[in-house]
């Protein structure tokens, strides 16, 4: 008998368009039960034939819960004309139930994955071979960044949850001229994910002192307290990679220029307990120039020790995670 799962979709750029299941839960910062929370690349942009890293990160609302068992599959399969989802629905389901369509990468919190040759032409600008039955297809469309994205998916046993993440694929954009090409091979950097510096507290004058990244100690706050805390992330200049908002060239299809753009960063805040102002903060493409968001969360009631998890997202398909026990005193 096939076991069924259930799909819960990320953030990734490509996949932002609502998902393949609606989730109608009011409230998508409270981890009531183990889920991963993000599915990160690294490196965060790798051309056909290259090898990446993926990383989950796994919350849990119980500290001394066991370690989650998961199972990874990259998905080869191009979505059909027919197809209004973001990725085909084949590859929503666990790797051993669809072994031509999804490739399984094993076990663990990490594991490698190598891309195919032919990632650009499934899933990115190349011009694809026909499908069975099916007339020629046409080249995936960019994201708004320009990027292309090849569908991996990571379930968790032991709720039967299939996450449905993206490598964001080095596929140069078609419609270039010579020197527009030759111009994007040199100055295009591919993405890198973003970071977190510091996470903070704010006190009422606005004072930010950092929550230590160690863990050694809990930030100790009162039960039912607000907290105002506040993400930082590195400024970056238009000519460095780095962790922040990066500068980028994209094709724009309507003017055929290349455009110089920034990337956009959000934060999504998650923890076991207590209430966030917001889900998702952040900071758009126009306001490059900032380098913090801040979030203010009302503590629970009750005395003991709760986790709390940031995500930092860039509008690439880059992530990083960040994570601190908090310790409410009577």
């Known amino acids: 008998m096939m076991r069924a799962f259930r799909v819960q979709v990320l953030a990734p750029v490509a996949l932002s368009v609502g998902g393949c299941v609606p989730n109608f839960d009011d409230n998508l910062s409270t981890i009531e039960q183990p889920q991963v929370l993000a599915v990160q690349a690294e490196p965060a942009e790798v051309a056909p034939g290259e090898s990446v890293q993926l990383n989950a990160l796994v919350a849990t609302p119980a500290g001394n819960a066991a370690v989650a ?41 990490s594991v490698k994955a190598t891309l195919p040759m032919d990632a650009c032409r499934l899933f990115g600008p190349s011009l694809p ?43 140069p954009p078609s419609g270039l001229d010579q020197e527009q090409a030759a111009a994007f091979t040199t ?36 039960a039912g307290q607000v907290v105002h805390f506040q993400a930082a992330w590195s400024a970056c200049s238009d000519s460095d990679a ?13 003017t ?16 076991a307990a207590g209430t966030f102002a917001h889900a998702v903060t952040g900071q758009s493409e126009d306001e490059f120039a ?15 020790e709760i986790r709390l998890w940031l ?16 310790s409410m005193q009577p």
């Not at 100055?187 to 863990?215: F, H, K, M």
């Not at 962790?243 to 299809?253: D, K």
């Not at 110089?260 to 998650?270: A, G, P």
């Not at 380098?291 to 005395?303: H, S, V």
């Open 69 to 109: 068992t998961l199972t990874w599959g990259l998905c080869i399969a191009r979505k059909p004309l027919t197809e209004l989802g973001p990725v085909n629905t084949v590859c929503i389901q666990a790797p051993s139930a669809a072994p031509d369509s999804i490739v399984a990468l094993g076990s663990g919190a």
């Open 129 to 171: 071979e026909p499908m069975n039955g099916e007339p020629a297809g046409r080249p995936v469309d960019p994201d708004p960044t320009g990027g292309f994205y090849q569908p991996v998916t990571v379930t968790l046993l032991s709720s039967a949850v299939t996450t449905l993440g993206a490598v964001r694929i080095f596929c």
């Open 187 to 222: 100055n295009y950097r591919r993405n890198q994910n973003p970071a977190l510096d510091s996470v903070s507290t704010l006190d009422s004058s606005g004072t930010a002192t950092a929550i230590p990244t160690s863990n050694v100690a809990p930030l100790e706050v009162s």
């Open 242 to 254: 780095c962790t922040g908002a990066e500068t980028y060239l994209a094709f724009n299809a309507d």
């Open 256 to 271: 055929r220029e290349l455009d110089t753009k920034h990337e956009s960063l959000r934060v999504s805040w998650y923890a």
């Open 290 to 304: 900032g380098t913090t968001t801040d979030n203010t969360w009302t503590a629970p009631t009750a005395a003991g």
């Open 311 to 326: 995500v930092i997202r860039d509008s690439r398909g880059g992530q990083s995670s960040q994570s601190f026990v908090v």
